[in-house]
Every structure is written in structure tokens, then in C-alpha cells.
């Protein structure tokens, strides 16, 4: 298994907030990896490091052996990682296919004169786009409508819209931000298919997720995290059964 | 509407080209030519601010002209055709201007008697140039209207060349040593400012003690005060409007200055001794052309004036009463409307009695005196201090 | 060079008491009050109209009678920039903010052309006028009037200062600044706080354009529009959000752009004011005294 | 509008919408293969299968038919929008006809200059979300540039507008460069302060012209009529240009800049130099339309070159609908007509203007015309 991510010793902090303390983890090829922990516990924070949206203060993020630390998002996302947010993030008014097209950003091949001109080349490319969108909804499994807005479509659409796009990416390494919640028993069921699917295709994919059933369910490892550090990395039913994040998880629902 | 794209593309295009039948469009004719119009009236053209930041001025100017017309008319018109006024809106502004005077041209005026501010003219010489309208220009009086050498243009105002002239003499007179030149970077302000330097420059006499532009319609000019006080000027001369011309005059007397101080014909108005306080605007000077209320024998001008419109006549007024005048007695030395016919009949004028004196045209086609004079507030009142005869 | 410090200084605290409100609507609300230069000129021509409305005052009463308009004008325009909140900005409170951006766009033409509808564009001239006798101090001349002026806008501002920092209502300002949801969830009324700093923006915004009626005298509809875009510029400068940043950013403003006309001639103010305003967004966006906010990318 | 063909899948014969489907699929962001899709969905039920496409796009299209049923509204649609363009630009063409006269020719040929910059302001604005306020900024370098050039060098016109164009691209560097990092309010005001200092700029050199400009610049045509065609022509093709780059790759990152920076930015985005981007395009579309603005004027000031000119812009794009092309240039042409008809209102102008703005933001955001918010598959 070669190693896809690895991060070394991340710290990031707010003023004097810290609120990442030293997280070292790395994913491999195809792995699924999903980050559990508390609220606030650093999370989101540690993707938004990863892909560029945070400064960490400290520390080596490294995809592929190369340094992923001090580049923009789209700089990060060009070199094949892509993600969800944990608030959808659709383009609301834009129309479903529309933002399913912007997976396609990257590799699609044309330039303004293609545009101005309609060139073959422009043809070919936005039939090419437009066929490719198409094929990542119908991988998500969307049944709502592709041409209207996005923001039309029922929440849990809106989170297969927001998957697909990240699909059209065509990403090595895919972050899933939370990607179950607010989603009903059977589009979870759905969400864990379409993960497998996600896998099958070679995707390694990092998963935010408060669900446990679905973490321990679609994981190959998992990060505990817990106040910014890294308090268990293992096999699920490993770490289900570490006293550390047991400790961390009674502690937080004792307070909560 | 439900109709398809082709049917009502096809109506449409139907519709216009029926249109076209009214003569209008391009496959429409001429209109019959000047042969036709012997017994139409004479179209005088008047282009002015009606709207805009200068649109106080148009009235004025509009008034007085419709006031010479009339007597015109009252005497059996030119050439037993009446005359006819036809004003249109540069609001100041090129673009407005151009599509003024394309109406006015489309309306078929025969003389244009209007301009009043100079960036707005500069566009339309062209346009009545095409036309081959001539144009006598009441107002507007920067040099690139001079510099051009365009043979249908006439200038009736003092030019900035001119007024230049006065305000030297009259330096010079009050034995004024150093000046201060103070200009609001408008093209008619600074052209003044400009050329009075030039005439400064010239050995003997007053010197410049510096130019000063500032921003115009803003409130606190102290920073430009102390530039101009640092120099210790004995003279200063403001070549723009009267807006900042009152503030400048304040500013300067309670930024203790006790020298001269000189406006420019833009800022002759009793707002300008308003804004300044009467205090400080007691004494100041001005170079300005002659008005009616400076000019003696024009009461009975300002009298009907006032009967027709129930106020008195403004800026401007008797500069565009005198195009119109102008604008008759050149077509009826002409005998007729056609444009080089005017054009020659404009400058071979000489004698034509006008507020600013008799007239007769330079080479340039302006006026061969400015008739540029000395004013000064006396008693919260604008005065006549020296007519520079 | 003491006369350009002064010089700067007088010009400057108009600058800020017209910042004042900017920074204030901004730090609650986000919303860059386009329109607030206006209320300026609203001020000028409400302290005009009152004035006209009492008729011929002895000079020895000027400066009293200046002070009552001042308070007078103070409410009006306070009151119209609330319902100007109410009409215009509240609505789209939730809407992009490119809308509420042009809303206020809209706003500022609104309110010039209409006073220009309502009362013509000539310029108008306050009857009572702070005249006055100068004197000298270290070098530069100041009259007694600038003297005053600046020392009502010296108590204004810290008068403000005091109920930003020092009350309860500062504090739900504040709190509304920092999260305007948890605010209303803590049970403080978040829009009668809004109205509030509304009025206490727009009513120093209209002290300004009093002061500056009965200093300078003349008036105008468009008077506002360039002394928006500079009050934009000083609240930049010193911290947009931050009060006593935004006073600061005021003062500087002046003081440059007096040493600026020397330097460069008067052609070259404005100029000057944008080149710093842009340069300052370049650099230190955050102003002189702004707080940094966490960095993103 | 009347005279835009308001036409329905019912009222369009049905070989004109096939035909037209087939060729104007370029012209949307459809391909191909999601025309033929199209011609395969249910509700179309033309019966026609020799349009059947193999392999995936045939799976594709039977996975819409049952998620996605939408009735097949597009096609007409898109015959809308082509047909509204065709319909708009022949109006243009044979208004001459129907009056020639030089005041009509002159407004007419000021409202389409007044369209072309209407169509680059809403790239920046309506594709694109940014707030410029001193869009007349690239108008007057476009213009200065082409008539000091003109009448410095005795150059005709057409050979300034590479030199235009160059130097409107750098001018969008310049003003956007260190300004697009910045938040969108404060972008609108330091738009603003760069239109002042273009024009207080152009005011104080010599080499403008000073206050008073230039004057005697060479027109681009021998007669007004030659010269107004000259102007639809590249106005329609700016129009069209301008369209095409909505439609395009870079068109769809300007929207999802205007929609979610952040989202953007994660699917690969570089918000910035997109950005920059629409503000070139913008720059270099203001600038030729400053180039037909010397011509037609053969005068230009610093005054032309105002704040409220770029107000007035602005309030073309709001009130047509920001990012909708045809809303744009009938806003466009509303707003500079209007004032033609309305002179006796001038001075009610600008209070209309921005009550207007107002109660456009409150109560119809979208625009007269909007931007299709649906796709047309």
C-alpha cells in the first residue's frame, strides 16, 4: 500500500487559540479514514489546513510526497484532492448540472478564443462536460431535477449534488465534511453505498462523520481527535475500544 | 403574443420599411432642399444647459434670445420671413450636446446662436459644421474653439486671451508686484490663468508668484490658501465660478491675507459677495464683459426684459440677445439662409452695434475687443470700477 | 508648517465625525453605508431650513443659537438616516451583499437629486455664519469659530466613545458586531440596536454638515459625495469598525492630504486621497488600529 | 418588449425547432449528445429515433427521463434567445430606415455605445459579482488612448485599437491587481476612487488635453448612417462575445466566484485570477467602447468620464438583470433613450435613477429581463 497523505505534527492556531495541537496521520491509495472526535475538537479545521482554506502554524502536510503546505484551495484541488463542506456549499442559483460542471474546471480543455469562436475544440470539450456532469449525478444516484437551481432540490440532493461535484473532480484523494448529516435512515444506507462505490473507483476518501455506525461501518482506520490532539489512530474496532477516546466521549457527553 | 419568430420578424421588418414611406428613413429623400423655404421662418438653433450642474445659466440665455426675436419678428422679421428659436439641452456634457445639436440640425435650424460651456461646444462644431450651419457663439469662449480656425464658427464673448489682457492691465495699474493665479482646473479657468501668466511673464511689472489649481466644488480650501499665502502674493486673481470664488475670497481674508483680490466673469454674481460675507468681499475686483447692468443706456434693455419674464436678466443674457441680432443681420445681408452666403455676410460685418461695442470679426472669427472691463463690490454691490477705455 | 498641521487637523475632524458613522454601520452591520455622505448634506440643509424657520438672530446669539440647531439637526437626520435603515437596507439584510450594495448606491442619489429637486441646484448660503477674529498660535492662524468647531466634534467623539465602551447599549452594539445571531439569542433586539447605531451615525454625519454650513456657509446638494468617499478613506486608514481608530484615521486623512496639496499642488489632492486609501487596502487593510482578523486564505 | 417573439413549444412548428436544435446546440451549454437526449425525452414524442445515441449518453438520457421530467420547454426556449438576439440586432438595423435624421442616428449610436459598455460592466458585475463603481475609468482609457493617438501621430482610428486593447488589459491589471484581494465592499469604493483618479488624471496632464480634451479626432466611418451600422455591427459582435464567454468555461468559474468563493476555490478554482480575469474582459470591452465614443463624439473631455457615467451603467445592469445578456442591453438602451425622451425630466433624472435602483433591489432583484436561472438542457 503506497501512502496517498500524510500529515506530520499539524498545529494551527487562532491568536492564541490552538486549535490543532500536533496531528500526525497519513491515508493511503483507495483507503477510506474517517476523523472522529468532539465538537470542536479540530476537525474541520485540520481539513481546511489540508486543502489549503487555513495557515497551519506548524507542521508538513505532504500528497504524493509533495508539499501541499502554503498553497491556495484550487492549487490543492489541481493536484487531485477534493472535498465537501460541512455546510453545503452549493452555487445555489446556478443550475444543478451547472455546479456538477464545476468538477470540470480543471480538466477541461479550452480556451477564450474556443469560446469566442465556438471552435470544435469548444464543442467537443462542453459536450464532453456536459456528459461527464451527467454521469457523476447519475453515479450519486440523483433523482431530482438537473436543470433547475441547486438550491430548489431537497437537503439530502443537495448532498449528492455536492458529492458529485467533488466527483467531477476526478480526485485522488476525496474529503467527506459530515457527509451524513442531517440525512434520514435510508439516504444513509445510500450514503454508505455510494462511499463503497466512491472506494471502488480508487478514491481514497477522509471522512468527517459524527455517525458512528456509518464510521465503523465504511472505515478502514480511524483519528480520534480531541482538542486539537490526536488521541487514538487505528482499526475501528480498535479504537472503539480505546480508553482514551472512550474517556474523551463520555467526558464530552457528561458536559453536553 | 404568440406569434412565431419568423412572422414577427417579417412584421416588423414590413412595419419599418412602410415607415420608411415617411421621409424620414434612409430610403426616404431629401426633404425638397433650401428652395422650398423661402416663405418658412428663419430657424435659430440655441444649444444650453437646461439640466446639469450649469443649468441655472440656460434661462438666461434662452430669455433673452426669445426677447430679440420677438422685436425682430414685432419689426416684420428678415427678409419678410419671421424668425423662429428652437433650444435644445447640452446639460453640460459632451454626449448630451452632440445629441442636442444632431436635433437641432435635424430640426432644421439655419443659424446656431448657442454654446455655453466650452467642453460641451467642442462636439458640436462638427456636427453644424456638416451641416454647413454656421455658428455664432454666445458664450463658450476657450481657445480650442479658436484654435481650430473653423470657418463657420464665431465667437461674440471676450476670449480667455482677452480677459488675460484686462486683468493684466489692471494688475499693472494698481501696481501689483507679485500675483497669485488661482484656478478651479476647468478648461475655461485655467486657459484664463494660463495666459495671464504668459502676459505677466513679459519683463516689467507684476510677476507670478505661483499658479494654484484646486478641486472645485469643495469646502475647505485652506490648504490651497497657505500654498498661496506662503509665496506672500500682493495680488490674487480667480479665474473660475463664483461657488469657490465667494469661499476663497473668505478664506483668504481670515487666513489674514490683505492683498488685492480679483475674480474672473465666472464669478460674477451677487451670490459670490453672499458666500463670501460681505466683509470679505468688499473691494475684491473683476474682470468681466460688459452687462447690461454696467453698461449705460441699458435700462430700458433690462426693463423689457424683466416685463417679459418677471426676472431680471442674467450672465450671458446680452451676449445671447446680440446673437440673435447678429444672426438676422447676417442673413439679411446674405439674403437668405444659405450657410457660406451668412458665413461671408458674418465676416464682412463691420460696425454692427452690439452691448460689447461695434462689432467686427478678426481673422480668428472672434470678437476684435473683448470689451473686457473692471468691476468691484462696493457696498455688498457688484459696480463698474473701470471700463479700461 | 504649523498652519499645514492645523490646517489638516480642522479639515480632519470633520473628516472623522462623518467616518464616525461609516465605521459604525460597518462594524455592525457590515454594510458600507454608501448613502451616509449624504445625510451630511442632509444636515447642512436641515440646520438651513431651521435657521430659516427663526429668522434674523443678533450676532452676539450666534453661537448659542448654532448650538441648539446643532442639537435640533442632530435628531432629524439621525431619524432620517433610521428610516433610510428601515426602507432601504433593512429588507435585504439577508440578501447578497453586492443587492444591499447597490441599494445604497441607489440611496445616495436618491437623497441628492431629491434635495436638489426640493431645493435647487444653486448653492444655498447659511444665514448665521461663525465668523470671527484670528489669532496667531506657534506660527499658524486659527480663528476662534475653528477653535469652537473643533472642540464640539472633540466632545461629540468622545461622547460616543464613552457609550460604545461604557454602557449597555455600547455593549449590544458590540455584541451584535461580533455574532448577530447568538445576540438575538441572548434576548438583545437586534434591530432596535441597528436603528439605534442608525441614528447616532447619521446624527453626527448631520452635526458635521451643520458645522460645516455655519463655518464655510455655502451648501450644496452634491456637498456630501466627495466628503463620503473621503470619510470612507479616514475609516480605512485608522480601522473601519474601530472608533477610536476611525477618529484617528480622520485626523491622519487631513494632516495628509494638507501636506499632500503642499507637496504636489491642489491639482493632485484627490489623487493622493485614493492613492493612500488603495494603497492602505493594499497593505494593512485592517487600518492603523484595526485588529487583525484570522488570517484566510 | 414587443416585437421579441414570445413563442411556446405549441406555437413553434415543430421542423423549425428540430432543425434549429441541431444547429444552436453550440449555442447553449448543451452538447451533442444532450440534444439528442432531448430529442429522445418522453415529452417530445416526435418519434423520431434515428437520433438515438449509443453507449452511455443513451443510458444517461433514459435516467433523466425517469428522474428528471421536465417538459421540453427548452428548445423553444433556446429559439427564444436566439430569436429575441437575430430580432433585436435586425430592429437595430433597419431603425435607419425608418429615421435617418441626425439626431436619431446620434442617439441611437450613443445608446449602442452605451449597450457595449453595459455588456462589459456585467461581466465584472453580473457574471462575476464584483461591484465596480468606476467602470468609466476603462471607457476613458479606451478613449484617451485611441484619440491621443489619433490625433497625436495622424494615425486613422481602426489602427489604434490594438494599442487600445493592450493597454485597457494593462489598465485591468493595474486597477485589478491590488484590488480584486480585497472584500467586495470595499472593492466598490476603491473602483471608485480609480475612476477618480483616471479622470482627474486625464484633467491635469498636457497630453490629454487638460480640462478641455481632444478635439478633431478622425471619425470610423465617412457618413453618420455608415458609422451607425459600424457601431451595431461591433456592438452585436461584443454583445455576442461577451455571451459566449458566459457560456464558457471561464463564464461558469465567474458565476460560482459570484455563488461560493470558497466552494470555488475548492473544485480548482483560482478565485483571483478569475477575477482578474472578468475584470480584463471588462476592461478591454469598456475600452473599445471608448474607441467608438471618440469617434462618434470626434471630442472628448474629462467630463464624459464621470462618476455618474459609471452610475448610469450600473443602473443599466441592475435594472435589465445582472448576468442576463438581453436584460442588459434592453437596460442598456431604456437608460440612455429614456433621458432623449424624457428631457423635460432631466433634472429628475437621477433621483428617478436611484429610487429606482431601490425599489429594483427590494422588489425585483432579478431584473427586468433575468438571467435564466434554469438550465436549457
Known sequence: ?256 | MRATPLTSIASLAAVALLATGCGQGLLGGGDGGDTAKTNEPIVLGMLIPQSGSEAAIGPYMSNAAQLAVDEINAKGGVLGRKLELKTADDACDAQSAAAGANKLVTEGVDVSVGGYCSGATLPTLPIFGKANIPMIIPAANSQELVDQKLKHVFLINGTGTQQAAAAEKWMTKQGAKSVALMHDNTSYSKDIALRTQALLDAPGGADTALIEAVTPKESDYSANITNVLAKKPDFVYWTGYFQEGGLIARQLRQAGYKGSIMVGDGSVSPKLVEIAGPEAAEGVYATMTQTPDTLEGAEGWIEAYKKKFGTEPGPYSNQAYDAVRLAAEAVGKAGGTDGAKVIAALEAIDGFQMFSGPLKFTPEHTLSNGGFQILVVKDGKITLQDSLK | MTQLIWNGLFVGSFYALVALGYSMVYGIIKLLNFAHGDLYMLGAFAGFAILGAVGGVSSSMALPVLLAVLVVTMAVTGLAGVALERIAYRPLRRAPRLSLLITAVGASFALEYGMRAAAGADPRVYPLRLGGSSLEVAGARLTLAQLVLVGVAVVLMIGLNLLVTRTREGRAMRAIALDPTTSSLMGIDVNAVISRTFFIGSALAGAAGVMAGAYYGKIDFLMGFLIGLKAFTAAVIGGIGNIPGTMLGGLVLGLLESFGTFWLGGEWRDVFAFGVLILFLTVRPTGLLGERVTERV | MTGVPDTTPEGAPEDTVRSTAADTAESTDGSATAGVARAAAPNEATGETANEAPGPARKTAEVRRRGAGRPPTRASRLLQNRWAGLAGLLLALLAPFVDATPYALSVMTSAAIFVMLAAGLNIVVGYCGLLDLGYVAFFAVGAYTSGVLATRLDLPLVATVPVVIVVTVVAGVVIGAPTLRLRSDYLAIVTLGFGEIIRITANNLDVTGGPSGIYGIPGLAGSPVAFYYLTVVVVALAVLGAARLGRSRIGRAWRFVREDEDAAEAMGVHTYRVKLAAYIAGAVWGGLAGVLFAAHLSAISPGSFTFLQSALVLMAVVLGGMGSVPGVVIGAIVISILPEILRDLADYRFFLFGVLLIAVMLLRPQGLWPARSKEVP
Not at chain 1, 126 to 146: I, K
Not at chain 1, 177 to 189: F, R
Open chain 1, 1 to 256: 500500500m503506497t501512502t496517498l497523505l500524510s500529515v506530520s505534527d499539524l498545529r494551527l492556531s487562532f491568536g492564541g487559540l490552538l486549535a490543532i495541537d500536533g496531528l500526525t496521520f497519513s491515508v493511503n491509495e483507495a483507503e477510506v479514514v474517517s476523523v472522529i472526535g468532539p465538537n470542536g475538537a479540530g476537525k474541520t479545521s485540520a481539513f481546511n489546513c489540508v486543502t489549503g482554506f487555513y495557515r497551519p502554524t506548524a507542521g508538513q502536510i505532504m500528497l504524493r510526497g509533495r508539499s501541499l503546505r502554503g498553497l491556495r484551495p484550487s492549487a490543492v484541488a489541481a493536484l487531485g484532492v477534493a472535498r465537501t463542506f460541512q455546510n453545503l456549499r452549493l452555487f445555489g442559483e446556478l443550475s444543478v448540472l451547472d455546479n456538477v460542471r464545476a468538477g470540470a474546471h480543471l480538466w477541461l480543455r479550452q480556451n477564450v478564443l474556443d469560446a469566442l469562436l465556438h471552435t470544435p475544440r469548444y464543442r467537443r470539450s462542453e459536450r464532453e462536460c456536459t456528459e461527464q456532469a451527467h454521469h457523476w449525478l447519475d453515479f450519486v444516484g440523483l433523482r431530482g431535477d438537473r436543470y433547475g437551481e441547486a438550491r430548489h432540490l431537497p437537503y439530502g440532493e443537495q448532498r449528492r449534488v455536492e458529492i458529485a461535484r467533488a466527483l467531477a473532480r476526478r480526485p485522488d484523494l476525496l474529503l467527506l465534511d459530515e457527509p451524513a448529516a442531517g440525512l434520514n435512515h435510508g439516504e444513509k444506507t445510500e450514503l454508505l453505498d455510494l462511499i463503497r462505490r466512491i472506494q471502488a473507483l480508487g478514491v481514497a476518501i477522509v471522512l468527517i462523520e459524527h455517525d458512528m455506525g456509518l464510521v465503523m461501518e465504511v472505515s478502514e482506520r480511524v483519528v480520534v481527535l480531541n482538542f486539537g490532539k490526536e488521541i487514538a489512530d487505528g482499526r475501528p474496532e480498535d479504537v472503539r475500544r480505546d480508553p482514551a477516546v472512550i474517556e474523551a466521549y463520555l467526558g464530552s457527553d457528561t458536559h453536553a
